[in-house]
Each structure stands twice: as C-alpha cells, then as structure tokens.
C-alpha cells in the first residue's frame, strides 16, 4: 500500500485544491419579488447545498416551489441532482417569483400542499415539457409538402400513443385529465376510504349504529390505467454482483434499499426512470427459505446523511429468493403458473410505498399520492439464469394496506384476504372480476384475492454505457456490506484499498463512507461533509486525504489493518483513545503504562 506522501509527490498533486475546497465565494441571487441576496457557499459546492443555502438565506416560505436558473427568462435551469456547479466568484443566479402554495385557482395545486413533502426534481421538469408524442412526414399517406401539417403527421398527444401502451406514464395520465372542457379543474386525486367516517351525529358510533353517509363504500379493483415509474436501470452490473454475494456466501435470502435518482426515461412520452446507484442491506434475519426486516431500521443515520449529501435519495427495494438446483444453476420458482409476488410481498411493498410517497399537486389529502418506490424481485427464470423482476403495487392496494384490509393468506402464496367486518374494525366488501369457462364477467368478493389485481409491471434493466458513481469493485476484495456475516474491520478495509492503487477512487465507496463515519477510532466530523462535496472532484479527493484525520486512518491502514474498534487503550492522564499499537498518548505525551 503506497503512503499518501509517495503518492502526492509521484503524480505532483496541487495542494491548492485543498484549499479551494475550504475556500467561501460569494454568489449573487436575484428575485423579481424579493430584490437581491448575497450569500457564502463554498468553493465547491453541489447543487442540493446550493438550493439550502438559498432557502435558508432568503426565508422562502415553500421549499418545492422555487427553482434556481443561471440566466434570465427561467433558462439554464439547476438542477438539484448537479454535483458540479463551476460557478466564479460574483456570479448571479436568478429566483423566479416563487408561487403561494394556497393558491385556489390553480389547477395543479391542493388547498393543503404546504403539508406535502418537496417536489421531486424530475416532476418539476416534466411539468415544463410539452410531451407531444411528435410523427414524420410520412410520404406514402400524406400529400402536402415536407413543411406542412395535416392529421397523418400531426403531433399527438402523449396518452394516444400507437399501438396504446399497456401503462400510461402518471405525467402523461395527468395531461389526460386536464385535457377535457374544464382542464381538470376539478379533479383531485386521492385514496380508496376504507374507514368509517367519525362524528356522524345521526346514530351511536360503531359498532352500534352506522348509515350510508359514514359507511365506506364497497371497493371493486380495477387495473391501474398509470405507473408512476417506467423503467427501473442499475448503473452498472457491478451493483447487483456484489448484493447476490451475500446469498452466494451464504445461502440465505437477502434484500436491500435502492438509492439513487430519478431521470426522464425518454421511451415513454412523459416517462420516469429510477436508476439505482447502489444497494444498502439494512439489519435482517434470514434464512433459506425466507427473510424478516423491521421498517424502522431501513436506513442508518450515517447512510441517510450520505446519500442526501450526494444528492441521492431512496428509489426502492430489492430482495432475492433463489434456490439453487445443485449444477450451478437456480431453480424457476415464480411464474405465470405459481406467482409473480406473494401476498405477503405485496403487503409490504404497500407499506414501504406509503412510507415513500409521492408528492402531487392534485392530491386531496396530504399532498401526496401514489409513489415512485419500486420493488425488485431476484429470482431463476425457466433457463436456469438469475434475474431480475420489478413492480409497483397498486393505489388502492395500498388504501387497503394503510388500513389493514389486506391479510395474507396461510396456505396459497398468490392469494390475499380481505377480513370481515368486526365490532372493532369495519372493513369496507371488496370485489374484483373474472371471467368465467363460459367467458361471462362475473364479480367476485375478494375472499381469498388473486394479488395479480394488486400489481403493476415495471421493465428492468442495464443501460448499454455503464455509469459509475460509486467506485465498482471485484466482489472477492470489496468492503463487506454492512449486516453481513462478514466483519467490517480494518483487515478488510485494508484489502479494499490494496486492490485500488488510487485511494481517491477506493475511498469513493458507499458501504466504506458508511463504515468510516461510524468508526470510533479516528471521528470525521466536518471531515466527511468536505469529502462528499468534493466527490466528483478526483484531485480535490486527494487534497483532502493529506489532512489529519484522513492521516490517522492512513496510518491503520499501513499497519495492515491490525487495529479494530475495539483494539484502542484510554489514556488514564487526559482520557484520549490512542491506537493499541502505540504506547505513548498521541495528545499528552505521556506513557501507556505508568
């Protein structure tokens, strides 16, 4: 393993980006409404720091309103994914007047927004965007010249694509709601009521009494016209190597948070695209046969401070359930003939959608509506391949979750439960249809419930140029996971950064940014945050490793890794936790033993 020395003075390494990253500039911010502010960012500065210190700065009463341009006329628009702003000092910036969120008479506002969580970057570009699905000439139907229109050539709207799609894109669905004579003025989105009403003063509450204004009405499941995501692409393939190692290790089922961002899936008119960045294993108990988690513990502290500082965010879940046939291959579990999801898959995929929702301007209640977290399934196909499998859970699926109308089923994986009323709960009759052998629709009470009604397909995949913004790593010498049976230690740190020669590309990991804020050996602190808002930054990575607690972690490093969290002695002088291969206190000076 080099030393940082060897390595800054054999690539000649500026010790100036260090201090640009400490450095403050101003940036001049100018709002038609407000006038213009002055504010200190630093050097180099992502684009989600940028928008914080705007909003801390300027008192903006509503944090998924306003938008930052780098010219005039709301263009250059930043984005708040951007980790590299290049800005000079003195630069300005402009805020369009920002919107009351009260607003009645907009159409694509609720009376109660302020409640909502911010706006996904991604609705506010494909708010702006026409969606038009635009066709050529077509020289064999139309008969005008190449600069004329006529209704073989026309653009067409974004939900009457040819062939009809199987699902519409849900910005596409909206159009489609406001395109009729009142423009969607009165729509409002919202939830299934699976509740009785409270203070209804005509009859005792229930379950003495109940009338047709508290009841909730009887639920018929219908197919979802819209998904809130279209396709769901790992960057690289990377990724998913290194989550299947832990069942390849182990032989026991594990699953995963996806983070990473959302993009225009240019496919689809008005499409949404989740491209997962990396996978964090929460704590688990697993098996073979199955697995358990809490969704209270779905993300760390650390993990969430680090992937909010890149400007990433939660975009789903994964889990795996493979089986191995004994030659190499896996065996083909799900299917059209068994299942696609169990009924307690769907369950909780429900609830981890509803913990993730989706902001929405025509929601009625909250704010919120739907949700863009996908679920991902690793499973055989009928070749024998490992692969990958994703949905999305339906809306009134999920009203049924919120409010426990949905039970699984003991011995039928593919079925679900819809539970009787009872003195305590009323549940609302739930119905779906069917068609018969002799081909009548028939309506059915949902006791016992093909979860099929529940799901919606999403297309899974790889992009053809892989992307890589964590530093991918060959699985036999990456750091281990978190909540794995493999150790997190200094040993495997060390072999980490031996298999890179580069430690600003070694130290570029999630599973290793984790571990080091976590560490008690040498505290981070302040130091951590710089790195993250270096992190394109490979040069400044560098600058920022020669400082001190980078050094200290170096030092472990060169040692082999010999020292772990628990190999530290406290100084009995001054209390400090020294490493346990020195024997003099790195703070006071005095002796180990004495």
Same mark, same amino acid.
């Given at each position: ?94 805020? +369009? ?83 009729? #004579? ?25 379950? &003495? ?64 695209? &989740?491209? #997962? ?112 499998? &994703? ?9 049924? #979750? ?27 009759? #739930? ?117 001190? +607690? ?45």
């Amino acid at each position: 393993l080099y030393s940082f020395d060897t390595f800054l003075s054999y690539y000649n390494i500026d010790f100036s980006f260090a201090i640009k990253c400490y450095s403050v500039m101003i940036i001049r911010v100018q709002s038609p409404s407000l006038g213009t502010y002055r504010i200190n960012i630093p050097a180099r500065c992502t684009a989600a720091h940028l928008y914080e210190e705007v909003f801390n700065t300027l008192k903006l009463d509503s944090a998924h309103l306003y938008q930052l341009y780098r010219k005039r006329g709301k263009q250059a628009l930043i984005n708040k994914t951007e980790l590299k702003l290049n800005f000079s000092e003195g630069e300005m910036i402009f805020l +369009p007047d920002v919107e009351e969120t009260n607003a009645s008479n907009n159409n694509y506002r609720s009376s109660n927004l302020s409640n909502a969580v911010p706006l996904d970057e991604i609705d506010f570009i494909l708010e702006k965007l026409d969606g038009r699905i635009i066709r050529k000439f077509d020289p064999q139907l139309c008969r005008h010249r190449e600069q004329a229109r006529c209704v073989h050539c026309l653009p067409k709207d974004p939900w009457d694509a040819d062939p009809a799609p199987k699902f519409l894109s849900f910005h596409a669905w909206l159009r489609k709601l406001s395109s009729g #004579v009142d423009k969607g003025k009165f729509t409002q989105l919202s939830y299934p009521n699976c509740k009785v009403l409270p203070n209804c003063g005509d009859h005792p509450p229930w379950p &003495a009494g109940i009338c047709t204004k508290c009841q909730p009405a009887a639920i018929t499941l219908t197919r979802q016209p819209y998904r809130h995501v279209d396709y769901v692409s790992f960057e690289n393939p990377s990724i998913v190597d290194r989550f299947l190692s832990g069942w390849r290790s182990s032989g026991k089922q594990r699953m995963g948070i996806l983070y990473g961002r959302y993009e225009q899936h240019k496919d689809v008119p008005l499409g949404i695209k &989740a491209v #997962v960045a990396a996978i964090y294993e929460p704590p688990q108990s697993s098996n073979p046969q199955s697995l358990s988690f809490s969704l209270d513990l779905l993300e760390s502290p650390s993990c969430k401070q680090i992937i909010r500082s890149l400007g990433l965010a939660p975009v789903g879940w994964v889990f795996t359930d493979l089986q191995s046939d004994g030659n190499g291959k896996v065996k083909c579990i799900r299917g059209k003939d068994s299942f696609f999801l169990s009924a307690e898959e769907c369950i909780t995929a429900a609830a981890l959608q509803l913990r993730f929702p989706n902001p929405c301007r025509r929601a009625a209640e909250d704010g919120n509506f739907g949700s863009k977290f996908v679920t991902v399934c690793m499973t055989g196909d009928s070749d024998g391949s490992i692969h990958s499998e &994703a949905y999305q859970i339906s809306n009134q699926a999920c009203a049924l #979750v919120r409010h426990d109308c949905l039970i699984p089923t003991v011995d039928a994986a593919q079925l679900g439960y819809v539970p009787e009323s009872t003195a305590l709960k009323c549940v609302p009759d #739930v119905f779906y249809k069917l068609t018969d052998e002799y081909k009548n629709e028939q309506t059915v009470i949902a006791r016992p419930l093909p979860v099929e009604y529940l799901l919606i397909d999403v297309p899974v995949g790889f992009p053809l140029d892989p992307e890589y913004t964590f530093t991918a790593t060959d699985t036999e010498f990456a750091f281990p996971p978190a909540n794995r049976s493999s150790p997190q230690d200094w040993q495997a740190l060390c072999r980490h950064f031996e298999c890179h020669n580069d430690p600003a590309v070694a130290i570029k990991d999630l599973h290793v940014l984790i571990y080091l804020a976590e560490q008690q050996v040498c505290p981070l602190g302040d130091s951590l945050e710089l790195l993250l808002r270096a992190f394109p930054y490979h040069d400044e990575i560098i600058s920022l490793l020669s400082d001190e +607690p980078w050094q200290t972690i170096q030092h472990c490093l060169t040692d082999k890794g010999t020292t772990s969290t628990e190999d530290v002695w406290k100084c009995s002088h001054c209390t400090f936790d020294n490493v346990a291969t020195t024997n003099t206190c790195e703070m006071c000076s005095l002796p180990r033993f004495s």
